[in-house]
Each structure stands twice: as structure tokens, then as C-alpha cells.
């Protein structure tokens, strides 16, 4: 019996005590426990050596302190919130006010979903190949902008651009990316191996990589996405730790060719996590993360396998998640087949891209030990029309 009274902080919940995310709320860090938040600040003392850690205003001292301080914070953490007493000082608060838990260095997105990647193949290109001839080769990616990385809930803007023609205007494609992000931590490194991301890996969030089809698809050729999503990436604001995923890893699925040395695995860095996309309270995809075609080992060691540093606070993203079935897919370009086709909410409405005051929310969970279950926090957004 814990001292913890939330029903939702128990092992059949999401964000029960096997879960633990971190995020920050009314300036201080704190982990989720169910439906509440704990502050560390006033419970400090109980991390001893880590107590400075655990009293900063923003995750990245935490980051910076590498593996060994994440799994001792981390054991601490469940000792704390297991007790049947309360740790002196400790209170539960809302986690409204939840704000992005860490300053966010570089944020690179991948591109890994081989469904995803066939079917944005034929929409753009319908007379080509469906599949680049490198993509089976190595994780295909871009490096984004980090100013533009907001927290869960705030609200998007519908952006302008340049379109086909050339004409320039608000988007009349606003889509979704449903997608899973990588929390960097530890020393600074280059050259990182997949045996070693663990090392260079905190935890994970959901994300959301808002895209503008009609801007990215008359920019994109021949150096890839710009302007076309680059101006908002909605990210959870609780970040689970990996620790937390330990029941969930999976092997990549089969490849027909073998890869470059440095991107083999000496375990299994897949991870069974499945998606739900909710799109103005219907949900229209449920996407599973095990089908990714490359795991976040295998990006982290791309990313850096030219010389390139990963840092604490820098931000990788798995690209967009898509199934082979229909209600599997991943963005709302997939799911209309480039606006082709509409889709039915349960309110009547139809849609083929996002309209003005539509609302998104992309939820996950993951197996957990002893048939737990394993939450990622929601990823939402709201759009706005264009200023």
C-alpha cells in the first residue's frame, strides 16, 4: 500500500508506479504519480548526493549526469513513492501547468517507417519508385529547428508559404506526424555505437511534427523538408524514462540485405509501443512503433557516425509511425492519399487536412514488467487560424 491516494497510480494505469515520468511543473522538476504530480524540490534531502539534481528549475542538470545518476535517481524514485509513508516534505499537485521539461539543443527527425515511406513515395512521386535507393540503407533524416520545439497543448498557428505555381498563402494542407522522440543525456560524444545509446538516452516523449504538405511539396526537392515544418513540433510534457521500457524492447523487423557495420545491434533497441491518434475526439489510427523499420539506436549511431555530437538536451524524432493496415497510418496525408479521399469523424464531419480549430491528441502506452502497462504522455495541439 503506497501513501500515493490516485487511483490512477497503480500497475494496470499508464502512469502508475512502474512508469515515472519527469517533467517540470510551476518551476521545479517533478515525476508524474497518476493523475498528480510530486514535486522533488521539497523532498530533495531524500536524494542525498542527487539532491541538487533533482532542485533545478528544468531537466538538463539531470541529463547531463549521465546513466549511472538516471538509475539511481530513478530506484530511488520508486522506494519513494512505494513507502507507506510520505517522505517528509511531500505534496501532490495538478499537473496542468506542466511546461517543456527541458531546454531542447538540437532536434534531428528520422524518417524509419518503411510503410510510411512507400506510401509518401507514391503520393508525391506516382510515377517513381516508391522508395529512394538509399532508405533500406540508412535512416534517412533532417536536422530541424529547435526554437520551434513547444510543449503539449500549446496552441499551432496555421503557417504561410510558397505553393505550387509558385502562389504564397496560408497552408491548405495542414497535416500530423504522429511520431516518438529520444530524450539525449550523458557526455557529450561523437561516434556514438548502438551499443552505447543507452548511455546517450534519458527517456522518451511523444511527437507531434506538424507538416504543411502543399509548402513541402513544391520546396522539398532537391534538400528536403524546410519551411514546411519547421514552424512547430509539439513534444509530451513527461518525459518516461527508458529505464521504464525495459519489458517492451523488440527486434527490428527482418531486412533483405545486410547494413553498414556500425548500424548492427548487439540486442534488440525496437520497442513495442502503440499509438493513438484522436482527431476532434474520434479516434482515426491506432499505429504500432514495433513495425519502425530502424530503432533509435541505429539513428542515434547514424546522427553521429560522421563526426556530428549528441548533447544533453538534444532531441531526436523516430519520423512519422505507420502500419500497413488503414487504420494504422500515421499522418492525415496517408490517411486521404494526398487529400483524395475523406475521412469521417464521429461527429459527420469530414476531413481531408486539418481545418482551423481542430484539435489532435496522440497517446501511447507499452508493455511493462509483470503485466503492467507503460504510459507516454499525450502529445496535443490545437490549430489556430493564420495570423
Known amino acids: 500500500m503506497t501513501w500515493v491516494e490516485d487511483e490512477a497510480f497503480s500497475a494496470d494505469q499508464p502512469f502508475g508506479p512502474q512508469t515515472l515520468p519527469y517533467g517540470v511543473v510551476d518551476g521545479q522538476i517533478a515525476v508524474r504519480v497518476g493523475d498528480q504530480a510530486l514535486p522533488l524540490r521539497p523532498i530533495a534531502s531524500s536524494f542525498g548526493e542527487h539532491a541538487d539534481l533533482v532542485s533545478a528549475d528544468t531537466l538538463n542538470p539531470l541529463l547531463a549526469a549521465g546513466r549511472q545518476t538516471w538509475t539511481d535517481v530513478r530506484a530511488r524514485l520508486i522506494e519513494l513513492t512505494q513507502a507507506t509513508a510520505a517522505p517528509k516534505g511531500a505534496i501532490l499537485i495538478p499537473i496542468d501547468n506542466a511546461v517543456l521539461p527541458f531546454q531542447v539543443a538540437d532536434y534531428v527527425d528520422f524518417y524509419s517507417s518503411k510503410h510510411h515511406a512507400e506510401n509518401a513515395g507514391r503520393i508525391f512521386r506516382p510515377h517513381d519508385e516508391p522508395l529512394l535507393p538509399n532508405w533500406t540503407h540508412l535512416p534517412v533524416g533532417y536536422h530541424g529547428r529547435a526554437g520551434t520545439v513547444v510543449v503539449s497543448g500549446t496552441p499551432v498557428v496555421r503557417p504561410h508559404g510558397q505553393q505550387r505555381g509558385p502562389a504564397f498563402g496560408p497552408t491548405q494542407r495542414l497535416d500530423i506526424e504522429a511520431e516518438v522522440g529520444f530524450v539525449c543525456g550523458g557526455p557529450v560524444a561523437s561516434r556514438v555505437s548502438t551499443s552505447s545509446a543507452a548511455d546517450h538516452v534519458f527517456g522518451v516523449v511523444l511527437v507531434n511534427d506538424w507538416s504543411a504538405r502543399d509548402i513541402q511539396g513544391w520546396e522539398y526537392q532537391p534538400l528536403g523538408p524546410f519551411l514546411g515544418k519547421s514552424f512547430a513540433t509539439s513534444v509530451s510534457a513527461w518525459v518516461t ?37 484522436d482527431w476532434n475526439g474520434t479516434v482515426v489510427s491506432r499505429p504500432r512503433f514495433a513495425d519502425m523499420f530502424y530503432s533509435f539506436a541505429q539513428q542515434l549511431a547514424h546522427m553521429t557516425v560522421n563526426g556530428a555530437t549528441v548533447r544533453p538536451g538534444d532531441l531526436f524524432a523516430s519520423g512519422t509511425v505507420s502500419g500497413p493496415e488503414r487504420d494504422q497510418l500515421g499522418c492525415f496525408l496517408e490517411m486521404s492519399w494526398g487529400g483524395r479521399d475523406k475521412i469521417t469523424l464521429a461527429d459527420g464531419e469530414q476531413r481531408t487536412f486539418l481545418e482551423d480549430h481542430d484539435t489532435v491528441r496522440i497517446t501511447a502506452t507499452a508493455p511493462g514488467p509483470n503485466g503492467s502497462v507503460v504510459g507516454l504522455a499525450e502529445v496535443a495541439g490545437t490549430v489556430l487560424p493564420a495570423s
Open 241 to 277: 524514462p527508458l529505464d521504464a521500457f525495459s519489458a517492451a524492447r523488440v527486434h527490428t523487423p527482418p531486412r533483405d540485405h545486410p547494413v553498414q557495420e556500425y548500424l548492427l545491434e548487439d540486442q534488440p533497441w525496437g520497442l513495442d509501443l502503440l499509438l493513438q491518434i
